[in-house]
């Protein structure tokens, strides 16, 4: 037998080369997601869509103007079944010619206009830019809330990244420890008891790790899924700065009243359309074109049709179908303006408990500020100690975590600061910036 010749070396699949992050400040967040949300753009799709009421409601006001092609091919005995048909065979009629199959070819051009309907028409056409008005309203809210959104999504991510930072900086001290308590060890200057605490204290530093690790992922997701893009993609934020906090804040018109406003003005013309189908309507209607049994008589004299109507129709009795509907309204009506009321106040809660929130995390920071302070030079201190000999290197390790650890709560009380001033827009109706 012949040697097999040798198989050609596998291919090694190459690892997919990662995309560099896509790298935002806050305000290029709050761009890409004005941009590239998925709610935002379906609230500008509602307002299209109201637009287009407008439209389509004001041609029920406008002439209708059609054209008919029409081919009819029937036989009709309904002659035969009338007085006429009983006598035709003694008059020397044929019944079969009276009933024989007929074609009519038909072409004309029909015309309809509401003439007047009591204010009917113009009440729905004030209804539909009413309409418009609260999803203009509408997407202002969905704005935003998202807005508002990413900027809290923003500031998520940042603090994921802090405290993600923190735990790598005690995962590596602990590591450290470990080196120099086997080191010492080695020297006969450490026991065994000493080498089981160190281990111990990098196990347990570990699941914070991954926490951390797992809390920063999450939160770039969310913050990728609001600025629409992929989850998967890797984001470098640009790091905030201690805001500064304005002494006064204007209010805005809040676009949740709005919206109340102009549906309870939506119900009121309700109100009148509903009254109005009670009332006389007058519609006018008029046809033109040619009617014959062969295609040559169209378009030619004496073939012509033609049909002119005023039309009046006065209601007298629905069954209480309009007073029913008309109740139906007046119920809805109350409740749009106790939902009204309900939210006045609410968003006068949301504004005085943002007031406080701002006191109470400018507090916070400036406390935060002097620990971290305090723990920095404590460090420091134990730091020129541990090189003196006259702690151990478990003292230092305790203090490069307890500065750590006050680091990571000066920078979550900075972001507290700004969560609490995005608050505070929000409840005034204001962006996040």
Avoid at 235 to 251: D, F, G, M
């Amino acid at each position: 037998m012949m040697p097999m010749p040798p198989s050609p070396p596998a291919q090694v699949a190459e690892a997919p080369i990662p995309a560099a992050p896509l790298r935002f400040d806050l305000k290029g967040a709050l761009g890409r997601a004005k941009e590239q949300n998925a709610l935002l753009k379906a609230a500008a799709a509602r307002v299209d869509e109201r637009r287009g009421l407008i439209t389509a409601i004001r041609a029920d006001a406008l002439p209708q103007l059609s054209a008919l092609g029409d081919f009819t091919r029937n036989r009709d005995v309904s002659i035969l079944n009338s007085s006429f048909g009983d006598t035709a065979a003694s008059l020397g009629f044929d019944k079969n010619s009276l009933v024989s199959p007929r074609s009519v070819y038909t072409t004309q051009l029909s015309l309809s206009q509401p003439l007047y309907y009591f204010g009917k028409l113009n009440s729905a056409l004030e209804v539909a830019k009413v309409g418009e008005q609260e999803a203009l309203a509408a997407y202002t809210t969905a704005e935003l809330d998202t807005l508002h959104g990413v900027a809290k999504a923003y500031l998520a991510v940042l603090g994921a990244q802090a405290q993600l930072d923190v735990v790598a900086v005690r995962l590596k001290t602990s590591e450290r420890f470990l080196e120099d308590v086997k080191s010492k060890l080695d020297a006969q200057s450490a026991t065994h008891l000493d080498l089981l605490r160190a281990q111990a204290e990098l196990q347990g530093v570990l699941p914070e790790v991954l926490q951390a690790k797992a809390d920063f992922a999450r939160a770039v997701e969310l913050l990728d899924g609001q600025l629409g893009i992929d989850p998967r993609a890797a984001l470098s934020l640009a790091p905030l700065e201690v805001p500064e906090i304005p002494t006064h804040l204007a209010s805005v018109s809040r676009s949740e009243i709005t919206q109340l406003e102009q549906q309870e003005k939506a119900i009121g013309i309700n109100d009148r359309i509903l009254s109005s189908d009670l009332k006389p309507k007058l519609d006018f209607n008029a046809s033109y074109g040619w009617q014959a049994g062969k295609t040559t008589n169209l378009f030619h004299e004496p073939y012509e049709t033609w049909r002119v109507s005023l039309s009046l129709k006065v209601p007298i009795f629905d069954g209480l179908r309009s007073s029913g509907k008309r109740a139906q309204n007046r119920a809805v009506l109350e409740q749009v303006r106790q939902q009204k009321v309900d939210l006045e106040r609410q968003i006068q809660v949301q504004q005085q408990t943002a007031k406080r929130e701002i006191e109470k995390s400018i507090a916070l920071l400036e406390a935060a500020t002097k620990a971290h302070d305090a723990g920095d030079e404590a460090l420091r201190v134990s730091r020129e100690a541990f090189d003196q000999g006259l702690i151990t290197s478990l003292d230092l390790l305790q203090a490069e975590r307890a500065e750590r650890q006050m680091e990571s709560q000066r920078i979550r009380a900075q972001l507290g600061v700004w969560a609490a001033l995005f608050d505070e827009r929000r409840s005034l109706g204001l962006p996040p910036i």
